[in-house]
């Protein structure tokens, strides 16, 4: 599954983001990477966990984690911490794979799905889209800014460099409560369906009731745990 969702943060929750991304403190991304992901990679990471980077850490999780396109398509059990990137000129982050398994103890998941939040204008930089190399081909993104993609963390991508301007962006992983790929991908069009007979049919129409049933039982069959 490979998945543009667009106006993850509308314009005015993109514009409180903006801003308190100048009074970041920001390090060094290769840290954060590891084996042969550290070597390909040149970007600026800020610090989410103390002082004004973790009130921003905490309104993008709740943003995205209430998100209900997100959560249909990932089934999210839980997110990972997010992470802030800022990629300028020369900066990249070449073909990797992602850790199978991130954070200690308690905190320790499986990533299923990578997502990149995009948080800056695209006609303000050049370069930067995301490519990921997935079983049908190749997918690239440089989205708007606000704009999710949401991609199997099990597939190689790349951030390719950034030749003028800035990239800001915010990533993080999620391990789904569904782990087998194709049984996440039939809940994500049972939920469309559901979407959309909501739209049609009146609140109590028989229906809804038995679609519910359908998709209770095929998460009660799927979940991982
Ligand atoms: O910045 C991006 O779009 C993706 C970053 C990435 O691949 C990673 O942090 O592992
Ligand atoms: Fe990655």
Redesign the pocket.
């Known amino acids: 599954m490979f998945l543009t969702l667009s106006s993850v943060l509308n314009a005015r929750d993109l514009a409180r983001v903006l801003k308190k991304t100048g009074d970041l403190d920001w390090q060094d991304g290769a840290r954060t990477a590891g084996g042969r992901a550290r070597a390909v990679k040149r970007n600026l990471q800020a610090n989410l966990r103390s002082g004004p980077g973790a009130a921003l850490h905490d309104f993008l999780m709740t943003t995205l984690s209430a998100h209900p396109v997100l959560v249909a398509a990932a089934q999210p059990a839980r997110f990972s911490r997010l992470?802030l990137?800022k990629t300028g000129p020369d900066g990249r982050?070449g073909r990797h794979v992602?850790n199978p398994l991130m954070g200690e103890g308690p905190d320790r998941l499986r990533t299923d799905l990578?997502f990149?939040l995009f948080l800056s204008d695209p006609a303000t930089y050049d370069g930067g889209d995301?490519v990921v190399e997935g079983v049908s081909g190749n997918h690239s993104a440089k989205p708007a800014a606000g704009d999710l993609v949401l991609y199997p963390s099990g597939d190689i991508?790349e951030?390719k460099p950034v030749t003028r301007g800035e990239r800001l962006?915010c990533?993080g992983w999620i391990e789904s409560r569904v782990r087998d790929a194709q049984a996440r991908t039939t809940l994500f069009e049972l939920e469309n369906i559901r979407a959309s007979l909501g739209a049609k049919l009146p609140p109590d129409a028989p229906d809804h009731l038995a679609l519910d049933k359908v998709i209770s039982n095929l998460v009660r069959r799927w979940s991982a745990g």
Do not use: E
Request: zero cysteines; charged letters at 10%; proline letters at 0%.
């Open positions: 992470m990137s982050y992602d990578s990149t995301l991508h951030v962006a990533v």
